[in-house]
């Protein structure tokens, strides 16, 4: 016997429940009945997923059409239960079984299936090559297994890679304590080349609670350990110092300490992040409708009004991480003075520069065009101390 039809109007359902139609749309209206709408003579009229029906209206529609016999079963769902993920399994297996079924009918009257194809992904809006492969998966099946091949596999929810972070990327309290641990490594080496691995850290570990390290270690094991409390009873360990030897061979970034993340971030904020976070800058309901599309079934999508009170409480580097260029996100971080205290005159010199602000003649088409003129300055006097001028920074 056939399989069922996807869908059924209220005027197919009514007189096999023997009751009017007006009355099947108030049930339906009531129960929540998953539909879609169909364009017929005169307007649209909703269409009910089959897949979908209450069980009773299932058993009385084949009943009626018969199906099955008043002493068998309904076959088992393509995928049991009532949950999202299972809802929306069966009505996308049910959506694209309309699709294969329509592409065989115009088959049926004599299309090819190249062109039947083409008409139907120009009237559904799918792609070529996904009916096709729809088409092909039913190829030899009964049709009562339809929907089975056709319902969409579940794919587990992938966490978000984690990027391999650069020093430029911690925070300033990281960064103080990945250099405070690696000059007591280094320490460690050096002590270590003379005497021994094992006896060094002996040395180290005995002179940090006596407090008779170095004097420009000595203040360094507290913010090393990263703890709370002042009282300076936190110093070294045998243990702490071959886990900081550890960590530095995969970088010195390794060093740094990890930040805590809130425990109360939602779960789709990484895939919301990652659809956010291209250089394209898609708006918050663009990056919404990427997200709804890559997110497995029943995957929670939060709201317009939920992913900006999100996007409000992260930081405007890590917000834009992606948005922008490396270049482009210097501009927004914190502004850096350095000291040049300790330098002498023609130590380091400097080169910037800049478009000249008028127009002149070029050397080769005889056009107007500002040139390119750099100054090399000394540092410490902020002296001048040459130029130069070409047709481009390039140049």
Same mark, same amino acid.
């Given at each position: 016997?056939?399989?069922?039809?996807?869908?059924?109007?209220?005027?197919?359902?009514?007189?096999?429940?023997?009751?009017?139609?007006?009355?099947?749309?108030?049930?339906?209206?009531?129960?929540?009945?998953?539909?879609?709408?169909?364009?017929?003579?005169?307007?649209?009229?909703?269409?009910?997923?089959?897949?979908?029906?209450?069980?009773?209206?299932?058993?009385?529609?084949?009943?009626?059409? $018969?199906?099955?016999? %008043?002493?068998?079963? @309904?076959?088992?769902?393509?995928?049991?239960? +009532?949950? /999202? &993920?299972? *809802?929306?399994?069966?009505?996308?297996?049910?959506?694209?079984?309309?699709?294969?079924?329509?592409?065989?009918?115009?088959?049926?009257?004599?299309?090819?299936?190249?062109?039947?194809?083409?008409?139907?992904?120009?009237?559904?809006?799918?792609?070529?090559?996904?009916?096709?492969?729809?088409?092909?998966?039913?190829?030899?099946?009964?049709?009562?297994?339809?929907?089975?091949?056709?319902?969409?596999?579940?794919?587990?929810?992938?966490?978000?890679?984690?990027?391999?972070?650069?020093?430029?990327?911690?925070?300033?309290?990281?960064?103080?304590?990945?250099?405070?641990?690696?000059?007591?490594?280094?320490?460690?080496?050096?002590?270590?080349?003379?005497? $021994?691995?094992?006896? %060094?850290?002996?040395? @180290?570990?005995?002179?940090?609670?006596?407090? +008779?390290? /170095? &004097?420009? *270690?000595?203040?360094?094991?507290?913010?090393?350990?990263?703890?709370?409390?002042?009282?300076?009873?936190?110093?070294?360990?045998?243990?702490?110092?071959?886990?900081?030897?550890?960590?530095?061979?995969?970088?010195?970034?390794?060093?740094?300490?990890?930040?805590?993340?809130?425990?109360?971030?939602?779960?789709?904020?990484?895939?919301?992040?990652?659809?956010?976070?291209?250089?394209?800058?898609?708006?918050?309901?663009?990056?919404?409708?990427?997200?709804?599309?890559?997110?497995?079934?029943?995957?929670?999508?939060?709201?317009?009004?939920?992913?900006?009170?999100?996007?409000?409480?992260?930081?405007?580097?890590?917000?834009?991480?992606?948005?922008?260029?490396?270049?482009?996100?210097?501009?927004?971080?914190?502004?850096?003075?350095?000291?040049?205290?300790?330098?002498?005159?023609?130590?380091?010199?400097?080169?910037?520069?800049?478009?000249?602000?008028?127009?002149?003649?070029?050397?080769?088409?005889?056009?107007?065009?500002?040139?390119?003129?750099?100054?090399?300055?000394?540092?410490?006097?902020?002296?001048?101390?040459?130029?130069?001028?070409?047709?481009?920074?390039?140049?």
């Amino acid at each position: 016997m056939g399989q069922p039809q996807p869908y059924y109007s209220a005027a197919d359902i009514a007189p096999v429940l023997k009751v009017s139609v007006r009355a099947v749309q108030i049930r339906a209206e009531k129960e929540n009945w998953t539909h879609v709408n169909r364009k017929v003579r005169g307007g649209l009229t909703k269409a009910f997923l089959f897949a979908l029906l209450p069980k009773p209206v299932q058993t009385a529609i084949q009943l009626q059409e $018969g199906q099955v016999q %008043a002493n068998e079963t @309904l076959p088992s769902p393509v995928c049991s239960g +009532a949950s /999202p &993920e299972a *809802l929306q399994i069966q009505t996308t297996a049910a959506n694209r079984l309309l699709i294969v079924q329509t592409v065989l009918g115009h088959m049926g009257r004599g299309a090819l299936q190249t062109n039947a194809i083409e008409v139907v992904a120009k009237q559904t809006g799918k792609s070529t090559a996904s009916i096709l492969r729809w088409v092909n998966k039913i190829k030899g099946l009964p049709e009562n297994d339809w929907m089975y091949a056709l319902a969409p596999k579940v794919k587990a929810q992938v966490p978000a890679r984690e990027e391999k972070k650069k020093p430029e990327d911690l925070k300033g309290w990281q960064r103080k304590t990945m250099e405070a641990r690696l000059a007591i490594l280094q320490e460690w080496n050096q002590r270590a080349s003379v005497m $021994g691995a094992n006896n %060094a850290a002996h040395a @180290l570990i005995e002179e940090a609670q006596c407090n +008779a390290l /170095p &004097e420009h *270690l000595k203040d360094l094991v507290a913010i090393a350990n990263a703890r709370g409390g002042s009282d300076g009873k936190r110093t070294l360990s045998r243990n702490t110092l071959y886990r900081w030897k550890k960590d530095a061979q995969s970088g010195l970034v390794a060093l740094a300490p990890k930040e805590m993340t809130p425990s109360n971030l939602p779960a789709w904020a990484g895939l919301f992040m990652e659809c956010y976070r291209k250089m394209s800058k898609p708006s918050v309901p663009e990056a919404l409708e990427t997200m709804a599309d890559q997110a497995p079934p029943g995957f929670l999508i939060p709201s317009r009004e939920q992913a900006y009170r999100f996007l409000q409480k992260v930081s405007v580097r890590d917000r834009n991480k992606g948005r922008m260029s490396p270049q482009q996100l210097r501009s927004i971080r914190g502004y850096i003075i350095r000291d040049d205290s300790d330098l002498m005159p023609t130590d380091i010199y400097v080169c910037d520069g800049h478009s000249f602000k008028a127009r002149v003649a070029h050397p080769v088409h005889g056009g107007a065009f500002h040139p390119e003129v750099c100054a090399i300055i000394d540092v410490v006097s902020r002296a001048v101390v040459g130029w130069s001028a070409g047709l481009a920074e390039s140049a």
